[in-house]
């Protein structure tokens, strides 16, 4: 057996693998909660959000501005945000030549990345400036994201019309249909109940990134990097992987049964605040079921239910239950958006909570550095290369 080594700098407070349990800062955007199974934004709830007729626009204002806007308020901000979504040709033409042979959430990345560098005031980091950027980004994150569907389909590149909907609009650059009112409905809704998360890793990668005082393209690159994996924002391609692979609903047991003998994660269940079900999987759960029935695609509305079955029989007494990400990629699949599309769809939403995390705890800023417990030599002997 290896020898142990003696643990250095063990610090004051516990250590908990994956800052389990750990306290970042405070903050009065959104509540995760837990135990019950509860998602609130500053105060709302999110299905009082989703059902109250604002649209993603008004949740954004909330989340960014810390109030429900007033009609004039909401009406000043859609046309802000609508005369921010073009996005310049040298970012186009970077989409075009890049898309086609990427995944979407690296197009993604690296169009913000050169939106910073088209900014002449990239590196002004005032709250006015960032807000200024969140703003931009927030109406151009769509943009991107639908114009990165078209290429990857061969098709050209729909400019934004300031007249619709963020989400309309969305939907309309990503297909150049325009959505039937239930589709459009349900996009807004997704991008409601996706926009913000408590201290997520996408939130927390890009607040430790901003609190270096470096510019909010660089810290939204780096949410973006983060969303991207398959324990993140990920899961929702991934979920959709694994219906299809199961293929069929009778076969599902027996794909959970070797799922489990090889000791794998169910993708789109667990969840490191909730122990209850995701309220964001509970909202969109009937909502599967209705758009997987008008495209044919019942047949994967009912592995989900088999396996959420399954899963839950066996480890929903640890806390294990779907999350947002089990339902999602059934309905957008539904929709007709390539199952790669699904977490950008997850960044056009989240970009409102990024912003709204980097931009309250900017005025009081201080830089994130937390330790590690060293575990390694002390007093190694060097040796010289030549007598390793
Ligand atoms: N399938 C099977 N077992 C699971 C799952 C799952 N999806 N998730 C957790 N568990 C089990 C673990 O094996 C572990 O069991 P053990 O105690 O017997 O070892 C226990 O539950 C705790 O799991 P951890 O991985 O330690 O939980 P953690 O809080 O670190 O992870 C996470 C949370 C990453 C979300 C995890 O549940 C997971 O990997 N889920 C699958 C990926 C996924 O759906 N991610 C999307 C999350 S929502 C979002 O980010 C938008």
Redesign the pocket.
């Known amino acids: 057996m290896a020898e142990e080594k003696p643990r250095q700098f063990v610090g004051s407070t516990e250590f908990k693998k994956?800052l389990e349990g750990a306290i970042t800062n405070e903050s009065s955007i959104s509540y995760v909660d837990g135990a019950n199974g509860k998602l609130i934004y500053r105060g709302y709830s999110i299905d009082d959000l989703c059902q109250g007729g604002g649209g993603y626009e008004e949740t954004a204002y909330l989340l960014i501005d810390g109030e429900l806007p007033k009609r004039a308020q909401l009406e000043a901000f859609k046309k802000d945000l609508a005369g921010r979504r073009a996005i310049p040709q040298p970012v186009k033409d970077l989409i075009t030549q890049i898309a086609p042979n990427t995944h979407p959430m690296n197009t993604l990345r690296t169009a913000v990345s050169m939106l910073g560098c088209l900014n002449p005031k990239e590196f002004e980091v005032t709250v006015e400036n960032d807000l200024d950027i969140a703003m931009s980004l927030t109406a151009q994150i769509p943009t991107i994201v639908g114009a990165t569907q078209r290429v990857r389909r061969g098709e050209s590149i729909i400019d934004p019309d300031p007249s619709r909907s963020l989400s309309e609009d969305f939907m309309h650059m990503m297909t150049g249909k325009d959505p039937d009112p239930r589709t459009a409905e349900v996009m807004d809704m997704a991008l409601i109940i996706h926009a913000e998360h408590g201290m997520?890793a996408s939130t927390f990668s890009a607040m430790v990134t901003n609190s270096s005082l470096t510019d909010l393209y660089s810290s939204i690159c780096a949410g973006i990097g983060s969303l991207k994996g398959?324990?993140?924002?990920g899961?929702n391609e991934a979920t959709l992987k694994t219906f299809t692979e199961i293929g069929d609903p009778a076969t599902t047991e027996e794909w959970f049964s070797a799922a489990k003998a090889k000791k794998q994660?169910?993708?789109?269940?667990?969840?490191?605040v909730y122990r209850a079900y995701d309220p964001r999987a509970v909202i969109f759960d009937p909502v599967a079921k209705e758009f997987a029935e008008r495209a044919g695609t019942g047949h994967l509305y009912e592995i989900a239910k088999k396996l959420e079955a399954l899963v839950v029989a066996d480890?929903g007494g640890?806390g294990?239950f779907p999350?947002?990400?089990f339902f999602s990629g059934v309905i957008y699949n539904a929709m007709g958006i390539d199952t790669d599309m699904f977490t950008p769809i997850f960044a056009v939403a989240r970009i409102a909570g990024w912003s709204a995390r980097i931009l309250e705890y900017l005025p009081d800023n201080r830089l994130f550095r937390p330790r590690a417990v060293y575990v390694g030599d002390l007093e190694a002997q060097y040796v010289p290369i030549d007598e390793r």
Do not use: Q, T
């Not at 398959?230 to 924002?233: E, S």
């Not at 994660?265 to 490191?272: A, D, E, L, N, S």
């Open positions: 994956g997520n398959p324990l993140h924002g899961a994660k169910v993708m789109g269940f667990g969840h490191r480890l640890k294990i999350n947002v990400d």
